[in-house]
């Protein structure tokens, strides 16, 4: 049984700092990539970055490029987000997701979810 559990969220003011992180259990060995989403009240879901579990290939959503750092303790089986430069926008859950295939940064082919951790940035 495969579980994603975050943590690390919180209120910050705009331009501070937060790093979230992502533990997994279970039968992680078959994980292609793991990646972040965040969901704002109202909108949709949108991929945020994600990181190739073999070879550590990174990706970035362009929103977030440039203040965003994705990383993994392979040993711990845990993944980070660092969240630089924070903005009011950046407002949302955050949830992290593993996928056993292709099509990390496309929530409808992520196969488990993390319960979610919310992030809010005050101007």
């Known amino acids: 049984q495969v579980q994603l559990v975050e943590s690390g969220g919180g209120s910050v003011q705009a331009g501070g700092s937060l790093r979230l992180s992502c533990a997994a259990s279970?039968?992680?060995?078959?994980?292609?990539?793991m990646a972040w989403f965040r969901q704002a009240p109202g909108k949709q879901r949108e991929w945020v970055a994600s990181i190739y579990t073999d070879g550590g290939i990174l990706y970035y959503a362009d929103s977030v490029k440039g203040r965003f750092t994705i990383s993994q303790d392979s040993a711990n089986n845990t993944v980070y987000v660092q969240m630089n430069s924070l903005q009011p926008e950046d407002t949302a859950m955050y949830y992290c997701a593993a996928i056993l295939r292709d099509g990390c940064a496309v929530a409808r082919a992520i196969d488990y979810w993390g319960q979610g951790t919310q992030v809010t940035v005050s101007s």
């Open positions: 279970g039968n992680t060995t078959n994980f292609n990539c």
